[in-house]
């Protein structure tokens, strides 16, 4: 049974992932971590889920990361949550990294000179993304489909320590300046996505459903917007997991019958 992890910052994230679950059990890492291990059904073919909630920033991002990938080896690992919206786009709608920008590195001089750490999703997963944003059969997933639909945008986000809350502040005013092919902002991305890589035998990315436009922050927050948007990511990641495994149980198949041995 091929195996997928799941990191998640918040208890509504968490929450949100663990509703496609089923089978769950707990398990406690020698480190201390604490995983709950479910199953997924995809088209014909089960996966094996680990998830965990690690609190949020990037350096704790990218050792939880990779402490999971030595703990579950998975074939795919995601990260999935919300985010802040930086530019057309609408509470909500789902982003699928293409690649996440660190904003916050770079040389302190008179004026800040940004040298910007990037970590790139798994190709195989970026068009298997833009595959299934074009279908729209992600919704089906949700309970309740809110009109207008929520879209899907596989587009760079920017990670960095701090949470922007306003339009009018520094830090996102240097976003629009440097990064202005973000649409999204988080604080974990980075680090995940750096462990990834370092295990490139497992496939990364990471999923964002849109909670706030960062004007209004704490009201979109009081109103459910995390909620809604967990449950959007939570379904789009799950719809990714459903065609990997399809994949993989195509490739096993197609490996075992070049070795003239039975396939169940």
């Known amino acids: ?57 990037n350096p704790g991002a990218a050792l939880e990361a990779e402490r999971a990938i030595a703990y579950f080896k998975p074939e795919v690992i995601l990260f999935v949550g919300v985010a802040g919206g930086l530019k057309d786009i609408a509470l909500g709608d789902v982003v699928a990294s293409t690649k996440v920008y660190g904003y916050e590195s770079g040389k302190a001089e008179v004026l800040f000179r940004p040298r910007p750490e990037i970590g790139l999703a798994a190709y195989s997963l970026e068009q298997r993304a833009r595959a299934e944003a074009r279908k729209g059969n992600w919704l089906r997933r949700l309970a309740v489909v809110p009109e207008p639909r929520p879209r899907v945008f596989v587009a760079p986000i920017a990670a960095g320590e701090k949470v922007v809350a306003s339009t009018q502040s520094a830090v996102f005013e240097f976003l629009r300046e440097r990064y202005e092919d973000a649409i999204a902002v988080e604080m974990e991305g980075l680090g995940f996505l750096e462990a990834a890589r370092a295990n490139q035998k497992v496939s990364a990315m990471v999923v964002r459903g849109i909670s706030d436009l960062i004007d209004g922050k704490g009201k979109a927050d009081k109103s459910g917007s995390q909620e809604m948007a967990a449950r959007h990511a939570s379904a789009f990641a799950f719809s990714l997991i459903t065609k990997e495994a399809k994949k993989i149980w195509n490739q096993m198949k197609n490996l075992l019958q070049k070795e003239s041995l039975p396939f169940r």
């Open 1 to 57: 049974m091929p195996c997928a992890v799941i990191l998640t910052a918040l208890p509504v994230e968490y929450l949100a992932v663990r509703d496609h679950l089923t089978a769950l059990q707990e398990e406690v890492h020698p480190q201390g971590t604490i995983y709950e291990r479910g199953q997924f059904a995809g088209e014909g073919q089960s996966w094996e889920v680990g998830l965990v909630e690690i609190g949020a920033g």
